[in-house]
């Protein structure tokens, strides 16, 4: 059995939803399938508005779907899930806590800050590169180090699932290449299943074990693709034929470039 199933799933947002200026429903998305296993990586990719982001809150259970089903780990998602981890593309930390006290704070929540809890901070803030920053307050650190705080925050309390909106995208490019590497890193440390949100080509094959590409709204998966660049994978396999053949894949999926068979014709 997979570990998760999205089965025909449709939202649609009622006008009431939307404000005064909205004249009618917005179909956010519309038939949304596919499935993954334990412990797998899979990119959400898709035009910017197409619905990404509002399949993962329904993943999540923070929003109802219209129709289709969500289950993950062999159980129907009909409200918010407790074992999972968020990162949004905000680290959204708060500004009054120290790095350690943020990364605690869903222990808090499950009234489990005790002094394991506090030890497993201290280990993601080394693994994470952190470890000399614990009593440092988020605005003493760069966007990225404070993206570093968000995952470890989302990781502590030892989720199977950690899902993932675009949580790289407001960095710069050097510092999202470095995410990336260790993102997979932790995801080889603690056997997490990933959905991560991304509108980038690259990232999403160098990420992931599959990719769903989505069209734009009202949005369908127009394909799923399986990765099979090898682990660990470096940034070295940005330039090999396999990277670029799976863009190329992903590409012809967004409509982006012309199928091949298009071009030979």
């Not at 053949?245 to 091949?260: N, T």
Request: proline share 6%; aromatic share 6%; with cysteine.
């Amino acid at each position: 059995m997979a570990f998760g199933t999205i089965n025909c799933v449709r939202k649609v947002f009622p006008v009431e939803e939307l404000g005064s200026r909205a004249t009618e429903p917005v179909v956010a998305l519309d038939d949304a399938s596919f499935t993954f296993e334990r412990g797998e990586l899979v990119a959400l990719l898709g035009p910017s508005g197409c619905g990404k982001t509002t399949l993962l809150r329904i993943v999540a259970g923070l929003i109802e779907k219209t129709a289709g089903s969500v289950t993950i780990d062999g159980r129907e998602v009909d409200g918010p899930l407790g074992d999972y981890g968020f990162v949004f593309q905000a680290p959204s930390l708060m500004p009054w806590r120290s790095v350690i006290d943020n990364v605690l704070f869903p222990m808090e929540i499950l009234k489990r800050s005790d002094r394991a809890a506090r030890a497993r901070a201290a280990e993601f803030l080394e693994l994470v590169g952190l470890s000399k920053f614990h009593n440092s307050r988020p605005h003493q650190l760069s966007g990225g180090m404070q993206q570093r705080v968000a995952l470890c925050r989302a990781l502590i309390h030892r989720p199977n699932l950690l899902l993932m909106d675009e949580p790289f995208g407001a960095l710069d490019e050097l510092t999202r290449l470095e995410m990336n590497d260790l993102l997979l890193r932790i995801r080889k440390e603690t056997g997490a299943s990933v959905l991560f949100v991304t509108h980038s080509i690259s990232e999403a094959v160098y990420l992931a074990d599959q990719v769903i590409v989505f069209s734009r709204r009202p949005a369908r998966v127009s394909q799923q693709i399986r990765i099979s660049l090898p682990y660990p994978r470096s940034q070295a396999v940005r330039f090999t034929p396999a990277f670029t053949q799976a863009e190329r894949a992903a590409s012809e999926a967004l409509g982006i470039v012309p199928h091949l068979e298009a071009v030979a014709s």
